[in-house]
């Protein structure tokens, strides 16, 4: 490059810029998008896979929005990518001036998308819950209203950041004629909010998954996925916790590419958790016989290493094979039943607190049981955890 370039932004005392070769964040967080995207569309490839091929249940609304978040990331990495190759990432003083405002672009429109993105994660979650807890009258309450919280809020988000300024170009670009609202009040406010809504969606539906009478090994295949989830939280509170650096320090190119990179982590891990709810189903189907049989042995010895309470002593025997009540196993209760039982073992299924959660370890036929016939299965593979009443 040549050395005539003039920096953005003066060096600190005792620092001569560097157009060359400077310290950069550039390689790293190129890096990190590329794994980032490779891992979001495997997993979501798997999720929309596993929907329409093994389980063959129609997509909800919940997948959708999954699908939407998954181009709306890649055009997030995108704009970041573009950022990196303006000079977001090196020190303000070792970014050529020319690029700065074009960076400064690119980077703003791609905050646009973070918070869309953002809103459509947490819709994710929150539409896959309200299918789940269907039969939970109070839970759905809250669940709803998580739903219309984090709709409201991002828009008023969405709309007051794009509009914080006037004209907008002046939020890249401060020599641009115009004024902008306090611009402390709105990072602080959103940071605060994207935290306090991704806690309430990870911590929502913790309390039933606790309180379900099943036996101990289910319970924490679930709760090993909200437990990923909680770096999501952390790397929201991380974005957070940098606030007050951005605001107070000058070197913008270089901070801005530090919060990106937690941003891009907490929506990556958003989309990746959303969609592990459904890999037990798909290993099941693919993995050869010896190799699922010595995971289930590895977990089962895994789980045995934890001491059980009296609450899983009370597992109901429809989760047992061994237990009297076995032929209620799901999902091969209907080719296990005689068409006179059926009706009678339907209406009891009504009565299910919980269903559509997908982790069931029974799957649709595969190569492994080929002589049940595929009709006989039935037409939702997303129960895994439910409790029949007594009776």
């Known amino acids: 490059m040549a050395s005539g370039w003039l920096g953005a932004y003066p060096p600190p005392p005792g620092v001569t810029p560097n157009f060359d070769d400077p310290p950069s964040q550039i390689p790293g967080g190129i890096a990190l998008h590329t794994v980032c995207l490779t891992l979001v569309t495997a997993a979501v490839a798997m999720r929309v896979y596993t929907r329409t091929r093994i389980t063959r ?34 020190h303000i003083w070792d970014e050529p001036a020319p690029w700065l405002f074009e ?72 020599t641009v004629p115009g004024r902008c609202i306090n611009p402390v009040i709105l990072p602080y406010l959103s940071g605060a909010s994207s935290s306090a809504t991704d806690l309430y969606v990870l911590i929502l539906p913790v309390r039933l998954l606790c309180g379900l009478n099943v036996e101990l090994k289910r319970k924490l295949k679930i709760l090993v996925v909200f437990a990923v989830g909680l770096f999501a939280c952390v790397a929201s509170l991380v974005r957070l916790g940098m606030t007050p650096i951005l605001q107070s320090d000058f070197d913008a190119t270089w901070n801005i590419a530090t919060i990106g990179l937690w941003a891009t982590l907490e929506v990556n891990v958003g989309i990746i958790c959303s969609c592990v709810m459904l890999l037990p189903a798909f290993l099941d189907h693919h993995l050869p016989a010896s190799i699922h049989a010595s995971l289930s042995r590895l977990w089962s010895y895994t789980v045995s290493l934890i001491p059980r309470g009296s609450k899983d002593s009370e597992t109901p025997s429809f989760v047992n094979p061994g237990g009297r009540n076995h032929h209620h196993a799901w999902p091969g209760y209907k080719h296990q039943l005689s068409s006179e039982s059926q009706p009678k073992d339907l209406a009891k299924l009504h009565s299910l607190q919980t269903h559509n959660l ?28 439910a409790q029949v009443k007594s009776g």
Do not use: H
């Open 358 to 385: 997908v982790l069931e370890e029974n799957p649709l036929p595969t190569t492994r049981n080929r002589d049940i016939p595929a009709d006989a299965a039935p037409s939702s593979y997303d129960v895994e955890a």
């Open 57 to 90: 249940t129609k997509l909800g609304i919940d997948d959708y929005f999954c699908i939407l978040s998954y181009f709306l990331t890649v055009a997030f990495s995108g704009l970041m990518i573009k950022c990196f190759t303006l000079g977001i990432g090196r």
């Open 103 to 174: 960076a400064l672009k690119y980077f703003t429109i791609a905050s646009y998308i973070y918070l869309v993105l953002a809103t459509t994660i947490k819709l994710t979650f929150l539409f896959f819950y309200y299918r789940l807890f269907s039969l939970q009258t109070k839970t759905r309450f809250f669940i709803t209203f998580g739903i219309v919280f984090v709709a409201c809020l991002n828009t008023a988000l969405f709309f007051a950041t794009v509009f914080e300024c006037s004209p907008i170009q002046r939020q890249w670009n401060a």
